[in-house]
């Protein structure tokens, strides 16, 4: 374990909180954040001298402070996790569906990842620490998904994003290693509880993966081996075959 003091937003559920509770057991200092104040109280409640939160709703302006303020009541940070995101039904091409799914999962994520981006290279010391962030993308982020055209298109930005903050990153000397993480469909407040969604994995399990690639200090992790081979199917699928794979994603309960 390298790193000891851990900012975690999007900590409040699955797998953000799986993995707070993981750096909070490994004795790390750890700042958490979401918009549930009852969940965050439930985490500090932990360790109050060593875990510390804010309320941060990420497609808010005033994010960035409030994670300055988190980083301070923390300590400082040495990594940066980002799980905020949101699924929702896309079937009617719903407008306001749409657009929220695009407030959290692209313009929040790029106003917070941003912020930690500026944070580590704006200040010598801290870069000399080689800090870290992770950020949870998706699977559904390889191809366009028919099911969930904004959902699959802001985890391939978020994907995208990361890969050009690594050669930014690479550009500036400053030396931080960024993770993108892509587990497959894992069981947790994200899913319908009334469907069954292919291969779906186990919370737990797929919070202890995403901790080890994390501390392995890895690029790129797809969680799980059945969705690794997958994902290596799907990339390597014509357009053409593509567009003809009515994948289905989930089935409905009985
Ligand atoms: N579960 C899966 O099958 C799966 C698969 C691949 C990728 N992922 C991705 O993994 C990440 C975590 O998902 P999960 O499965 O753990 O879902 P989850 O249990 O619903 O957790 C989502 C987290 O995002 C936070 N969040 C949502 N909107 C936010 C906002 N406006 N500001 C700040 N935080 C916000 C929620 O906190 P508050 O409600 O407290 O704000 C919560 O902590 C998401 O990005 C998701 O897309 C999930």
């Known amino acids: ?83 905020s995101g949101i699924l929702k039904e896309e079937k009617e091409l719903d407008i306001s569906g749409q657009t929220d799914i695009v407030a959290t999962n692209v313009t929040g994520f790029v106003r ?32 366009g998904l028919g099911d969930l055209p904004a959902y699959s298109a802001s985890k391939a930005f978020d994907s995208t994003y990361l890969e050009a903050l690594r050669q930014k990153a690479d550009k500036e000397g400053v030396k931080v290693t960024i993770t993108d993480i892509k587990p497959g469909w894992t069981r947790t407040a994200l899913l319908d509880s009334n469907r069954r969604y292919i291969l779906e994995m186990d919370s737990a399990v797929v919070v202890n993966k995403i901790y080890n690639a994390i501390n392995n200090r890895k690029p790129l992790s797809v969680i799980g081996i059945r969705w690794k081979i997958l994902t290596a199917i799907e990339r390597s699928l014509p357009r053409g075959i593509w567009r003809k794979l009515h994948i289905q994603l989930w089935r409905d309960n009985q």
């Open 1 to 83: 374990m390298r790193e000891k003091r851990v900012i975690i937003v999007g900590a409040t559920s699955g797998l953000g909180r799986g993995l707070a509770e993981r750096y909070i057991a490994a004795g790390c200092a750890v700042g958490v954040a979401g918009r549930n104040a009852v969940a965050l109280k439930e985490l500090t409640a932990i360790d109050p001298e060593r875990v510390k939160s804010e309320v941060i709703d990420i497609t808010a302006e005033d994010a960035p402070r409030r994670l300055s303020e988190l980083i301070a009541s923390t300590g400082g940070m040495d990594l940066y996790i980002h799980c």
């Open 112 to 143: 917070m990842l941003s912020a930690v981006y500026r944070y580590y290279r704006d200040d010598k010391e801290k870069r000399k620490q080689k800090p870290a962030i992770a950020a949870i993308s998706s699977i559904a982020g390889i191809r």
